[in-house]
């Protein structure tokens, strides 16, 4: 039985029971809690957001008296106007009744950052969002099966000076902050953003969710639109149609010639020698009538001083103009 299986197993015995006229207070009062994993609670959870229950009694002022800091922080961000309602911290955090009851203890009370899977916890904020579109393959996301979490980039509480960030910036509090939010990660793309040749990402002509939908995509690497037709959403002038089309972009996209950060050759060509990409693929021996052999002297320079129509061209098929 995979982890999922349980929980939903488990989970659906937790739904069965809540048409029960007292709500089943997963493990209240129980001292070994802490020491066991923690699906029953995550099902517990994932359950009642699953069924959108009616919240508790219990509302958040509640909360308030012994947890004013989270309450605040909860108020800063997009959730509390959101959500609504008053009692909108069950939402993640399950049934509140035998946390009160036990006065208030860590182990009566679910953490989805400490207590949950990272998949338990991340279904926890799909029950809402996963029909949203941007989320819809989150599940199956990079990301996902990394093991990073919503909550490794959604700061759910908020802290003040967050806010204020998030106000300078003018997106909303939860939202992790520019490209600095993915490069503490991904160190090794930072360094082709500060290529000779390069995408503006850092001048802020662009964002890396321009082409990637971290939150998974149907494309790989996580990559928005298939193909070039990611490319040509901003270089609409590339995509023709010509009536001699070049097939090296059609077959593996812009990306057969071009890196898409950035690269030690002129123009985001791959290679640093343009000469040696073209013969990377024309290898063969050209065919009778060519001008040029494959190494002969007089295609030294890039190719492109003759072949100038790279990307396709209207008049020539041998994309001379
Ligand atoms: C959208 C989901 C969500 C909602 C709604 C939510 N929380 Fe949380 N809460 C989390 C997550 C995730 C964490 C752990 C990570 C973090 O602190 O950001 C957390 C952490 C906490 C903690 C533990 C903090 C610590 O540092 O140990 C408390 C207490 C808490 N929340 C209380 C509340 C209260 C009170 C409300 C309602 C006002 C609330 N939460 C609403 C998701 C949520
Ligand atoms: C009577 C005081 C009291 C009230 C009321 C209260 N809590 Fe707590 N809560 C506590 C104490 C004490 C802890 C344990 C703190 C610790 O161990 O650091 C705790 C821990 C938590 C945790 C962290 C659990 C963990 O695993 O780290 C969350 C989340 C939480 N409470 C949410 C809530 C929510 C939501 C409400 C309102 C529905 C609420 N609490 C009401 C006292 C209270
Ligand atoms: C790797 C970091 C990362 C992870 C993991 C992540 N997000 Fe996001 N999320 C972002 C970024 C960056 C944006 C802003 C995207 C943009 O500007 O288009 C965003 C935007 C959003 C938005 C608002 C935009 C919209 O229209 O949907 C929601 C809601 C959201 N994320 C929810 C989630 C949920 C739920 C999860 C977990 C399943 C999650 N995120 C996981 C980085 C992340
Ligand atoms: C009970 C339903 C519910 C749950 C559970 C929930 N959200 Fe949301 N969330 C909303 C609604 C409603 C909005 C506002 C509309 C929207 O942007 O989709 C929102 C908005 C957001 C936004 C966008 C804020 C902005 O600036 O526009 C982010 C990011 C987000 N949620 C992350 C999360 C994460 C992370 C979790 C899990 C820890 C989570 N949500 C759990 C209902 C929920
Ligand atoms: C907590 C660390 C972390 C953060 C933050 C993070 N990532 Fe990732 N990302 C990963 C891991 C781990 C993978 C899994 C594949 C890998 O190792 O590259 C991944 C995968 C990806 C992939 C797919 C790569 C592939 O080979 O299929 C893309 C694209 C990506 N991340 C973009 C982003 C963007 C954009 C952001 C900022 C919004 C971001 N990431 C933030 C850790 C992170
Ligand atoms: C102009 C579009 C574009 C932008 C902006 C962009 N990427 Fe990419 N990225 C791509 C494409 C296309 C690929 C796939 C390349 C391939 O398959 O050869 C890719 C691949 C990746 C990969 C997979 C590993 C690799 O090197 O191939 C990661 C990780 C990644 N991008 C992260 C990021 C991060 C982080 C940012 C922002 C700092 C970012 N990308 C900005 C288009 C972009
Ligand atoms: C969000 C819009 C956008 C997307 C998407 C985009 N580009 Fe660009 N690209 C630009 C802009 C703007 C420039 C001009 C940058 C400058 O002047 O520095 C540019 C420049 C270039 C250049 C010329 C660089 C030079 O030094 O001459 C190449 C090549 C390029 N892009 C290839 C690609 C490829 C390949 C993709 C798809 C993986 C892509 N672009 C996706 C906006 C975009
Ligand atoms: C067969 C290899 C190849 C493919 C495929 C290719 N390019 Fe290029 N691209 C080049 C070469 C070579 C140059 C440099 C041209 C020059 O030296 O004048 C270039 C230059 C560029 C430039 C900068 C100069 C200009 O013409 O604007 C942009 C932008 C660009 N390419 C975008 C794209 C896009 C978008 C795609 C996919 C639709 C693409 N390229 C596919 C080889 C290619
Ligand atoms: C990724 C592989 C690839 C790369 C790199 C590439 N090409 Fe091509 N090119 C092709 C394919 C496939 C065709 C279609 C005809 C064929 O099969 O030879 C083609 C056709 C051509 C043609 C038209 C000839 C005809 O018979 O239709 C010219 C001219 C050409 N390429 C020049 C270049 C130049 C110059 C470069 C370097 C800037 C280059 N190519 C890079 C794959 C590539
Ligand atoms: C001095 C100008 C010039 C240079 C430089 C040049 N070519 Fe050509 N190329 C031509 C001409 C002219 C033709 C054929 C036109 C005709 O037959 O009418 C041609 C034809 C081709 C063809 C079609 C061959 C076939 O078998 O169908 C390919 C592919 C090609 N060149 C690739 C390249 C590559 C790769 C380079 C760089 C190594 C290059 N060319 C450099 C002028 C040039």
Redo the contacts with the bound molecule.
């Keep these: 039985m995979s982890i999922i299986q349980i929980i939903t197993v488990v989970g659906n015995l937790a739904i069965g029971l809540w048409s029960a006229p007292a709500p089943p207070t997963a493990g209240a009062g129980n001292p070994s809690l802490s020491t066991v994993p923690s699906k029953p609670i995550a099902a517990h959870v994932v359950a009642k957001a699953a069924l959108a229950m009616p919240a508790d009694e219990v509302t958040?002022e509640t909360?308030?008296s012994?947890?004013e800091?989270?309450?605040a922080?909860?108020?800063r961000?997009e959730?509390?106007v959101a959500?609504g309602g008053g009692?909108?911290?069950?939402?993640?955090?399950g049934d509140a009744t035998a946390h009160i009851e036990a006065g208030g203890s860590?182990e009566t009370?679910v953490?989805?950052?400490?207590d949950l899977t990272v998949k338990a916890?991340d279904k926890?904020?799909l029950t809402c969002h996963e029909k949203t579109g941007e989320q819809m393959h989150a599940k199956l996301s990079e990301h996902s099966r990394a093991g990073v979490g919503?909550?490794d980039c959604h700061?759910?509480?908020p802290s003040a000076k967050e806010a204020v960030t998030a106000q300078k910036s003018g997106h909303g509090t939860m939202m992790p902050d520019g490209t600095d939010a993915c490069v503490k990660c991904h160190s090794n793309i930072a360094a082709e953003f500060a290529m000779p040749s390069r995408h503006r990402l850092s001048e802020g002509a662009m964002s890396c969710s321009s082409c990637h939908n971290v939150h998974g995509s149907e494309n790989a690497r996580q990559v928005r639109n298939e193909g070039k037709e990611q490319c040509l959403t901003c270089h609409t002038d590339k995509r023709g149609p010509f009536m001699f089309e070049h097939e090296a972009g059609n077959l593996d996209g812009c990306t057969a010639c071009h890196a898409p950060h950035g690269s030690a050759g002129n123009h985001m060509l791959k290679m640093r020698d343009a000469r040696s990409l073209c013969i990377s693929c024309h290898s063969k021996e050209m065919g009778k009538g060519v001008p040029h052999g494959r190494a002969s002297s007089t295609t030294m320079g890039d190719c492109q001083r003759c072949h100038s129509a790279i990307h396709g061209s209207n008049v020539d098929p041998f994309l001379l103009h």
């Design positions: 958040k909360c308030a012994c947890h800091d989270q309450v922080s909860f108020d961000s959730h509390n959500m009692s909108e911290c069950s939402s993640c955090h860590a009370m953490n989805p950052k400490k916890a926890v904020c919503c909550v700061s759910v509480h």
